[in-house]
C-alpha cells in the first residue's frame, strides 16, 4: 500500500510546482502511470494549494488595501489625464487641418499645449517620486533585515544611505507617505540601537556585585567586534557616555574597593585573559596600590582600542588620580620626621607609577605629577593639619585635673623693700594693668603704698615679722634696736608655717641647717645694700597646657633636626623654616577656640588666664633655653621666634581675666539695682545680700584657681565695685534724714563684712588647711582690703560721716584722713544733704572750702 500512496503524493508535488512556478519533473516522476486511483489525491493537492495561494492573495490584499487604492487612484487620474491627452491631441490634428482658424482658437490651442506639457512634467514627477519610495522603503527592508542578523555597522550604513535618498525626494516632509518613512527609520535606529546594547554588553561586561569585568575584542557568536562597536558609538555619539559609564563601573567593582584603605583587609587585582578581577588579600603599601592599579592601565591599553583609551585618558583618569592622591597618598603622609624613609618611598613610588603609565600611553597626569613635585609642600600642610587637629581634640575633651605649679621669681632688692614686703605678708600688690604676675617689678612703689594707708600693712599681733628669713639681723646684729632683739628672741617661739616669708621660699637660698645667729654677735657684719629675692607663687592650671607645649616642642625638634647634616639630602629638608611658623598657628588655634571650652567650666575664665599664662611662661624659658643649646645649628636658634606669641598669650590671658572681671561687675551691679539707686529699692538689704554672697561663692571659686596676689586683685575688684556702687548712690541722694543715714550705715556694715576676706591669716595658715582656705582670722588682725580696693577706705569715711555729727565731720577733715578720700565739694554736698541749713552748718560747710587740703598737698 505504501507504492501506490508515494507515487500519488509524487504526481500531486508534480502537478503543484509546474501549476506555480511552471517546472518540469524529473523523469522518474513523469515516467509514472497515472492510474484512477492517483488522480483523487493530485486534485486534493491541487486544491489545497489554490486555497493557500488565495489565502496569501487575501492577506496580502489587506496589507496593501491602502497602498492598492492609493496606486489605483494614482492609475485612474494618469488614464484619465491620458485620455484627455488623447482627445487634445486629436482636437489639435483636427484644428490644424482646418484651413482657417481664428486668433483666439490659436490662443486656446497653445494654453492647451501648456496644459499638456505641465501635465506631462507633474506625472514624470509623480513617477520618480514614488519610484524613490519605493527605494527608501527597500532600504529600510534591508535594514530590517540587518538588524535581525546582528550586522550592526550594515544597518547603520543603510540607514544613513535611506535618510539621504529620503532627502531626494522631491516631496515635502509633510506628506504623509514621507513621513510614515521617516517614522519607520527612526524606529529602526532605535531597534538597531538595542541590538547594538545587547552586542556592546556582550563584549564589554562589568559586574560590580562579583567584582569583575570582562573585555573581550570579539566574540564568535557576534558578527560585531570591538573596533567595530567603536564606529557604532561614534555614529550614536556615545564614545564619552559609553566610556564614562564604563569606568563608572571600573571604579565601582575594582578601584574604590581597592583603595578603601579603611577595611582591615585589602583586596588585590588579578587579571587572566580578558577578565579583570579583584580576588585574595593585599598590603596597605603605597607600592602594592600602585602595582594594582598598574595592571588595571595595562588590562585596558590591551584589551580597548586605542581611541577610547585616548578618551579615558583625557576626561577620565583625572578624577581617579585625585582619589588616588587625595586618599590614597595624603593617607600615607606622616605628621612628623617619623616614618620619613617610607615618606620618601612613597614619593619615589609615584613618580615611578607616573611614568609607567605614560609609557602606556595615558597623559592628563597632572595632578599625581604635581603631588610628587609639592611632597615636601603636602607634609608641611600634613604637620600643620594635625598640630591645629591635636589642640582643637584636647581642647575639646575638657579641662581635666586641675594641676598646682609655682611660679618663682629672682630679683634683687634693698633692704628696706624686702622688710616692707615682709611686713605686708609677703604678697606683692598686682597693678590693674597687669593683673599681678609683673607686680613684682614695682615692688617699691608698692610697698611705699601699702605704708602709708592707714596702718594696714601692720602684721598681726605675735606673728613674726619675717626679717629672719631675709638674714638681715645676720648680718647687720649691731645695729639692731635691743628692744627687737627681745621681740624677736620671743617671736621664735612661733611655728615656722606661721612665717609669711617661708611660703615664698624667701629664705630657700640659704643653706637650712645654718644655725641661728646669736642676739648680740661679738663682731658685727657689714649690711649688704641688695639681696637677692626670690618670690614664689602657686596657682592652679588645666591638663590643656601640657599637651599644647608638648605639641610645640616636638614640633621645633623636628624643624631643628631638618637643619642637621643627617637630613640634607631629605626631601622636606628646605620646610624646616615652616615647621617653626607651626607653633604660632597651634598657639593662634588655642586662643581662638579656647573661650568657647573654657566658659562654661566653674571659674573657667580663671582657668583660661593661668594656662595662658602658664604658656607664656613656659614658652618663654624654653626660648631662653633654645638659644643656649649646643646640640642644635646656628640656623636652628636663630629660626625659632616666639617672642610675639608669648606677648599674644599675655595679652591673651589679661583678656579673660579683665572679661572674667567685667562679667562678675555687671553681675554685681545688677544685683544692686543696676542704674537705679538701690537705697531706692524696696529691699535693699537683700541685695546687699546678694551681691556679698556671691563676691564670697566667687572668692571661694578662684581661692583654688588663682595664685594669692592674683586673688587678691580679683575679689579686691569686685570688692570696690561693691563699694563704688554704694557710694555712687548715696551721693546721689538730695537728702539723707538722720533714719536714713542710720539705715544706709548698716548696709555698709553689711558690705564690711567682706574685709574677712583679706584677713592676713586667710593665707598665713595654708600650709595647714590647704592654699587659700584659712581659718578664722585672729584677734585684732588688721584685714589689708584697702590695698587692693581703692574705693574701700571711701566707703567706711562715708560710713562715718553719716553717723557723726557737724563737729565730727569738721575733725574728720581738719584732724583726720577725710580729706585723702573725698573732695571738698563732695563732703560739702554730703553735709548739705544730712544736715539742716543753719549757721552752724553754713560755717562748717566755709570752713571746709576754705581748707580743701588740710593734710597738704
Known amino acids: 500500500m505504501a507504492g501506490p500512496e508515494i507515487q500519488a503524493a509524487q504526481l500531486a508535488q508534480a502537478l503543484i510546482d509546474f501549476s506555480v512556478q511552471g517546472a518540469f519533473p524529473e523523469d522518474t516522476v513523469s515516467s509514472l502511470p497515472i492510474d484512477a486511483e492517483s488522480l483523487p489525491a493530485a486534485i486534493k493537492a491541487l486544491a489545497d494549494t489554490k486555497a493557500k495561494l488565495q489565502a496569501e492573495i487575501h492577506a496580502i490584499n489587506e496589507e496593501t488595501a491602502d497602498d492598492v487604492k492609493a496606486w489605483q487612484a494614482n492609475a485612474q487620474s494618469v488614464q484619465d489625464d491620458i485620455l484627455r491627452s488623447k482627445a487634445l491631441a486629436a482636437e489639435i490634428i483636427k484644428a490644424s487641418e482646418a484651413p482657417v482658424v481664428s486668433g483666439n482658437t490659436v490662443d486656446e490651442i497653445e494654453a492647451k499645449a501648456d496644459f499638456l506639457i505641465r501635465e506631462l512634467n507633474y506625472n514624470a514627477q509623480v513617477v520618480e517620486t514614488l519610484k524613490g519610495i519605493k527605494s527608501v522603503n527597500g532600504i529600510l527592508d534591508e535594514v530590517e533585515q540587518a538588524r535581525d542578523e546582528r550586522r550592526i555597522l550594515d544597518a547603520l550604513h543603510l540607514l544613513e544611505k535611506s535618510w539621504k535618498q529620503l532627502d531626494t525626494v522631491g516631496v515635502n516632509r509633510t506628506c504623509r507617505a514621507v513621513k510614515l518613512l521617516d517614522i519607520r527609520a527612526f524606529e529602526l535606529k532605535s531597534d538597531v540601537h538595542e541590538v547594538f546594547d545587547n552586542v556592546w554588553n556582550t563584549l564589554i561586561n562589568v559586574d560590580v556585585e562579583k567584582q569583575t569585568i570582562s573585555i573581550s575584542s570579539s566574540r564568535e557568536d557576534e558578527p560585531m567586534s570591538l573596533e567595530d562597536a567603536v564606529i557604532g558609538l561614534k555614529a550614536f555619539k556615545e564614545v564619552d557616555q559609553r566610556m564614562a559609564r564604563l569606568w563608572d563601573g571600573i571604579n565601582k567593582a575594582v578601584l574604590l574597593p581597592r583603595m578603601d584603605i579603611t577595611k582591615d583587609a585589602i583586596p588585590s587585582i588579578h587579571t587572566q585573559d580578558n577578565t579583570l578581577e579583584l580576588k585574595g588579600t593585599t598590603d596597605k603599601t603605597t607600592y602594592a596600590l600602585f602595582t594594582d592599579l598598574e595592571r588595571v592601565f595595562s588590562f585596558l591599553v590591551q584589551k580597548l582600542p586605542p581611541n577610547l583609551i585616548e578618551t579615558i585618558s583625557s576626561n577620565l583618569l583625572p578624577e581617579t588620580i585625585g582619589k588616588i592622591t587625595n586618599v590614597c597618598l595624603d593617607s600615607a603622609v606622616p605628621s612628623s620626621l617619623q616614618a620619613m624613609d617610607q615618606f620618601q618611598e612613597v614619593i619615589e613610588a609615584a613618580k615611578d607609577f607616573c611614568a609607567r603609565l605614560e609609557a602606556l600611553g595615558f597623559s592628563n597626569l597632572g595632578g599625581l605629577r604635581e603631588w610628587t613635585e609639592n611632597a615636601p609642600r603636602v607634609w608641611l600642610s600634613k604637620c600643620r593639619e594635625a598640630a591645629l587637629h591635636s589642640v582643637r581634640t584636647k581642647l575639646s575633651q575638657g579641662l581635666g585635673a586641675p594641676k598646682r605649679v609655682e611660679k618663682v621669681e629672682k630679683q634683687m632688692v634693698s633692704k628696706l623693700e624686702g622688710q616692707q614686703l615682709v611686713a605686708n605678708g609677703a604678697a606683692a600688690v598686682a597693678s590693674d594693668d597687669d593683673h599681678g604676675w609683673d607686680a613684682w617689678d614695682d615692688g617699691e612703689e608698692a610697698a611705699q603704698e601699702d605704708t602709708a594707708t592707714s596702718g594696714a600693712d601692720v602684721p598681726p599681733d605675735g606673728d613674726d615679722d619675717g626679717t629672719d628669713a631675709w638674714g638681715w639681723g645676720e648680718e647687720d646684729p649691731a645695729v639692731e634696736d635691743p628692744k627687737e632683739v627681745k621681740e624677736g628672741t620671743q617671736d621664735n617661739k612661733v611655728d615656722d608655717e606661721d612665717d609669711p616669708a617661708e611660703a615664698w621660699g624667701w629664705g630657700d637660698e640659704a643653706d637650712a641647717s645654718e644655725p641661728t645667729a646669736p642676739q648680740n654677735p661679738a663682731v658685727p657684719a657689714p649690711e649688704p645694700q641688695t639681696r637677692e629675692l626670690v618670690l614664689?607663687?602657686?596657682?592652679?592650671?588645666?591638663?590643656?597646657?601640657?599637651?599644647?607645649?608638648?605639641?610645640?616642642?616636638?614640633?621645633?625638634?623636628?624643624?631643628?633636626?631638618?637643619?642637621?647634616?643627617?637630613?640634607?639630602?631629605?626631601?622636606?629638608?628646605?620646610?624646616?623654616?615652616?615647621?617653626?611658623?607651626?607653633?604660632?598657628?597651634?598657639?593662634?588655634?588655642?586662643?581662638?577656640?579656647?573661650?568657647?571650652?573654657?566658659?562654661?567650666?566653674?571659674?573657667?575664665?580663671?582657668?583660661?588666664?593661668?594656662?595662658?599664662?602658664?604658656?607664656?611662661?613656659?614658652?618663654?624659658?624654653?626660648?631662653?633655653?633654645?638659644?643656649?643649646?649646643?646640640?642644635?645649628?646656628?640656623?636652628?636658634?636663630?629660626?625659632?621666634?616666639?617672642?610675639?606669641?608669648?606677648?599674644?598669650?599675655?595679652?591673651?590671658?589679661?583678656?579673660?581675666?579683665?572679661?572674667?572681671?567685667?562679667?562678675?561687675?555687671?553681675?554685681?551691679?545688677?544685683?544692686?539695682?543696676?542704674?537705679?539707686?538701690?537705697?531706692?529699692?524696696?529691699?535693699?538689704?537683700?541685695?546687699?545680700?546678694?551681691?556679698?554672697?556671691?563676691?564670697?561663692?566667687?572668692?571661694?571659686?578662684?581661692?583654688?584657681?588663682?595664685?594669692?596676689?592674683?586673688?587678691?586683685?580679683?575679689?579686691?575688684?569686685?570688692?570696690?565695685?561693691?563699694?563704688?556702687?554704694?557710694?555712687?548712690?548715696?551721693?546721689?541722694?538730695?537728702?539723707?534724714?538722720?533714719?536714713?543715714?542710720?539705715?544706709?550705715?548698716?548696709?555698709?556694715?553689711?558690705?564690711?563684712?567682706?574685709?574677712?576676706?583679706?584677713?592676713?591669716?586667710?593665707?598665713?595658715?595654708?600650709?595647714?588647711?590647704?592654699?587659700?582656705?584659712?581659718?578664722?582670722?585672729?584677734?585684732?588682725?588688721?584685714?589689708?582690703?584697702?590695698?587692693?580696693?581703692?574705693?574701700?577706705?571711701?566707703?567706711?569715711?562715708?560710713?562715718?560721716?553719716?553717723?557723726?555729727?557737724?563737729?565730727?565731720?569738721?575733725?574728720?577733715?581738719?584732724?583726720?584722713?577725710?580729706?585723702?578720700?573725698?573732695?571738698?565739694?563732695?563732703?560739702?554736698?554730703?553735709?548739705?544733704?544730712?544736715?539742716?541749713?543753719?549757721?552752724?552748718?553754713?560755717?562748717?560747710?566755709?570752713?571746709?572750702?576754705?581748707?580743701?587740703?588740710?593734710?597738704?598737698?
Open 536 to 857: 614664689k607663687e602657686s596657682y592652679s592650671i588645666s591638663s590643656l597646657p601640657k599637651p599644647v607645649l608638648d605639641l610645640i616642642f616636638a614640633i621645633v625638634e623636628d624643624g631643628a633636626a631638618l637643619t642637621q647634616e643627617n637630613y640634607a639630602g631629605s626631601p622636606v629638608a628646605a620646610q624646616a623654616a615652616g615647621l617653626f611658623s607651626l607653633p604660632t598657628l597651634a598657639l593662634a588655634m588655642f586662643r581662638a577656640v579656647a573661650p568657647h571650652y573654657y566658659a562654661p567650666e566653674v571659674a573657667g575664665n580663671m582657668y583660661l588666664y593661668n594656662d595662658s599664662t602658664y604658656l607664656a611662661e613656659q614658652l618663654a624659658e624654653f626660648a631662653t633655653a633654645w638659644k643656649t643649646r649646643d646640640d642644635i645649628s646656628t640656623r636652628a636658634q636663630n629660626m625659632l621666634r616666639l617672642d610675639n606669641d608669648i606677648k599674644s598669650l599675655r595679652s591673651f590671658a589679661n583678656r579673660a581675666y579683665t572679661n572674667e572681671l567685667g562679667i562678675q561687675k555687671t553681675v554685681l551691679r545688677d544685683l544692686l539695682g543696676g542704674e537705679q539707686n538701690l537705697l531706692h529699692q524696696p529691699d535693699a538689704a537683700a541685695s546687699i545680700s546678694s551681691a556679698t554672697a556671691r563676691v564670697r561663692a566667687l572668692a571661694t571659686a578662684w581661692e583654688e584657681v588663682l595664685a594669692r596676689s592674683v586673688w587678691q586683685q580679683a575679689v579686691g575688684g569686685l570688692v570696690d565695685a561693691v563699694a563704688a556702687k554704694m557710694i555712687a548712690d548715696v551721693t546721689d541722694l538730695p537728702s539723707i534724714g538722720q533714719d536714713e543715714a542710720y539705715n544706709i550705715a548698716n548696709l555698709i556694715s553689711s558690705v564690711e563684712e567682706l574685709d574677712e576676706l583679706f584677713l592676713p591669716s586667710r593665707w598665713q595658715s595654708q600650709g595647714q588647711q590647704g592654699e587659700g582656705k584659712g581659718g578664722e582670722g585672729a584677734e585684732g588682725e588688721v584685714p589689708v582690703t584697702a590695698q587692693f580696693a581703692g574705693n574701700w577706705l571711701r566707703l567706711k569715711y562715708l560710713s562715718e560721716v553719716l553717723q557723726s555729727n557737724l563737729r565730727d565731720v569738721r575733725f574728720l577733715w581738719v584732724e583726720g584722713e577725710l580729706s585723702l578720700y573725698f573732695t571738698a565739694e563732695e563732703v560739702v554736698d554730703l553735709v548739705k544733704a544730712s544736715f539742716e541749713d543753719n549757721a552752724r552748718t553754713r560755717e562748717v560747710i566755709r570752713e571746709i572750702r576754705g581748707n580743701p587740703t588740710p593734710l597738704g598737698e
